[in-house]
């Protein structure tokens, strides 16, 4: 049973360039959020996405956009990347939207800006 | 304002003792808690959670309690391994356990 699947695992772009960064959820699950994770701190919500839809957002510009498929996998795009865009993104899938259950993390993407 | 608070960045503990970790919020409107454990290189995986509606659950050697007039939590693990040296994270949400908001963690270290 695959958890959850991040790519890639490591990217170096530089400022004003775009990413686009990839999550599969754990089998049986249909929400994905993502969350920012700097250095020496907790990971901050971005967004959750289900039913193909942004259902809630976090205190992040519109910079940070994304998408889901019909298979639930999803995107995270970043636009116009800053120096401070440099952390952890990281992937949590669970199952029912609103649902109260805990979810399940890849291990992220780390995101360096030069 | 961080609504969640891990106030100590670090604990070590002998192997056996008791680790408790703890975790101070200031959104009364929490009502779902969750603790994570993270390992280098690893996304964090879930360990225990706690409905407001509680003021305990138990895991195994694990143990969340819930003080909500104090708005705090704490983890007790009992009795602390080396393997569960790890950066714990609090979490806590409204409703819905997908737009957690997460502590900074705390880094423990349990010593053989």
Same mark, same amino acid.
């Given at each position: 049973?695959?958890?959850?699947?991040? /790519?890639?695992t490591h990217?170096i772009?530089?400022?004003?360039?775009?990413?686009?960064?990839?999550?599969?959820?754990?089998?049986?699950?249909?929400?994905?959020?993502?969350?920012? &994770?700097?250095?020496?701190?907790?990971?901050? *919500?971005?967004?959750?996405?289900y039913?193909?839809?942004?259902? &809630?957002?976090?205190?992040?510009?519109?910079? *940070?956009?994304?998408?889901?498929?019909?298979?639930?996998?999803?995107?995270?795009?970043? !636009? #116009?990347?800053?120096?401070?865009?440099?952390?952890? @993104?990281?992937?949590?899938?669970?199952?029912?939207g609103?649902? !109260?259950?805990?979810?399940?993390?890849?291990?992220?993407?780390?995101?360096?800006?030069? | 304002? &961080?609504?969640?608070?891990?106030? /100590?960045?670090?604990?070590?503990? &002998?192997?056996?003792?008791?680790?408790?970790?703890?975790?101070?919020?200031?959104?009364?409107?929490?009502?779902?808690?969750l603790? @994570?454990k993270?390992?280098?290189?690893?996304?964090?995986?879930?360990?225990?959670?706690?409905?407001?509606?509680?003021?305990?659950?138990?895991?195994?050697?694990?143990?969340?309690?819930l003080n909500?007039? #104090?708005?705090?939590?704490?983890?007790?693990?009992?009795? /602390?391994?080396?393997?569960?040296?790890?950066?714990?994270?609090?979490? #806590?949400?409204?409703?819905? #356990?997908?737009?957690?908001?997460?502590g900074?963690?705390?880094?423990?270290?349990?010593?053989?």
């Open positions: 049973d695959a958890g959850v699947t991040q /790519s890639p990217l772009k530089t400022r004003g360039q775009q990413v686009t960064l990839r999550c599969s959820p754990k089998s049986g699950h249909d929400t994905v959020s993502w969350y920012q &994770q700097a250095l020496g701190q907790g990971p901050q *919500f971005i967004f959750q996405y039913e193909e839809e942004e259902r &809630q957002r976090g205190n992040f510009p519109d910079r *940070f956009s994304g998408h889901q498929f019909p298979n639930y996998s999803s995107e995270l795009n970043v !636009n #116009a990347l800053l120096l401070g865009d440099s952390a952890l @993104y990281l992937c949590a899938s669970s199952f029912g609103y649902s !109260n259950q805990p979810q399940h993390f890849g291990d992220g993407t780390r995101l360096s800006i030069l | 304002d &961080q609504q969640v608070k891990q106030n /100590s960045p670090s604990l070590s503990v &002998q192997e056996g003792r008791i680790s408790i970790l703890n975790c101070d919020y200031t959104n009364s409107m929490f009502d779902y808690f603790w @994570y993270k390992y280098p290189a690893e996304g964090p995986t879930f360990l225990i959670s706690i409905s407001s509606i509680k003021d305990k659950n138990e895991d195994g050697r694990f143990t969340v309690f909500k007039s #104090a708005k705090h939590l704490s983890l007790h693990i009992v009795p /602390s391994q080396p393997g569960d040296s790890a950066v714990y994270f609090c979490a #806590a949400s409204v409703g819905s #356990a997908g737009k957690s908001t997460f900074d963690g705390t880094t423990l270290t349990v010593k053989p």
